[in-house]
């Protein structure tokens, strides 16, 4: 069974960087898409950004030059980077895994439980 279980989030204020990191067990990690997506309340999941098994990217236009993806197949791990975070990027984060690239949740074929990232204005 794969299990995604991310790490990293917390409270920043508006301009810092935040760091979280997703470990994934169970699967053949080097063969998924990585990904994240995010969820603020009320609203609903939306994609952030996913990198493939090749390493090509893709970003939300709303992250795009803030945020950076990157992975460690070795350690079995995909990497989210937050730098020049804004209030509205507060929502919980999820971590998704899929056998091909991905943009909406309905695609994804794995979940992890979420973090939360609270950015103060």
């Known amino acids: 069974q794969v299990q995604l279980v991310e790490s990293g989030g917390g409270l920043v204020q508006a301009g810092d960087s935040l760091s979280l990191a997703c470990a994934v067990s169970?699967?053949?990690?080097?063969?998924?898409?990585m990904g994240w997506f995010r969820q603020a309340p009320g609203k609903e999941r939306e994609f952030v950004t996913a990198?493939?098994?090749?390493?090509?990217?893709y970003f939300a236009d709303s992250v795009k030059g803030r945020f950076t993806i990157s992975r460690d197949n070795a350690k079995n791990t995909v990497y989210l980077q937050m730098n020049s975070l804004r209030p509205e990027d507060t929502a919980l984060y999820y971590c998704?895994?899929?056998?091909?690239?991905?943009?909406?949740?309905?695609?994804?074929?794995?979940w992890g439980q979420g973090t939360q990232v609270t950015v103060s204005s």
């Open positions: 998704a895994a899929g056998r091909r690239i991905f943009f909406a949740p309905s695609e994804c074929d794995y």
């Open positions: 990198i493939t098994w090749r390493g090509t990217t």
């Open positions: 169970g699967g053949t990690f080097s063969s998924y898409v």
